[in-house]
């Protein structure tokens, strides 16, 4: 009974030190730590898994945490007064994702975040992240470059919806995204370059027609 203990006690950490690993290699992208820092950093992390169709932020309740990917994918979207959703980002492994404004400010999010497959994230609470300001300052340089990232992506998002066709949004989508079209629904893909789905299917069966 005490090897079998042990035994799994190791295999859990041994699965923690793989997710760790995950975080740690997306930050030394923009920042290097010492390891006090690497420790204290870890130290503020959770781990938690979704099922498939488990929501991590429901609209109307506050987001409470920031949230690393490390394995699956998610999606962001609202619903509307008809009740037809639309989805706003997907994430899959090395993404940050949150309702960022809720997470910020306190206030009830306006989005829902839902696993699309088993799951696996980090997070931290908003607590834990000025703590993290303070014993750590290069974690504010850290995450000011992922905002400027994702609000450039953002701002690309809006400028093709405004001035692409819709041939050329989905292809633009394709070639930035290549990696989703394997795990994400078409239909889901239809409603976040604000297509239906038969749109979208006409669009694609056009393409492979050579039109």
Known sequence: MQAFIFSSTFMALEGLAYHHQCVLNNVAQHTKLTSEEIRFFLSLLKLKKLRRKQFLVVMGEVSRVESFVTKGCLRAFTIDE??????????????????????????????????????????????????LYEQVPKFERFFRIKLQNAYMSFEHRVTTAISKSAEERYLDFTKRYAYLEQR?????????????????????????NGG
């Open 82 to 131: 008809k009740y037809e959703e639309h989805i706003l980002q997907f994430a899959i492994e090395d993404w940050w994702i949150s309702d960022f404004r809720s997470f910020l400010t306190g206030q009830p999010a306006n989005q829902y975040i839902e696993a699309l497959e088993e799951t696996t994230v980090l997070q931290f609470s908003y607590e834990d992240l000025q703590k």
């Open 184 to 208: 994400v629904p078409l239909y889901m893909i239809a409603s976040y370059l604000g297509f239906t789905p038969e749109f979208l299917s006409k669009i694609r069966k056009d393409l492979s």
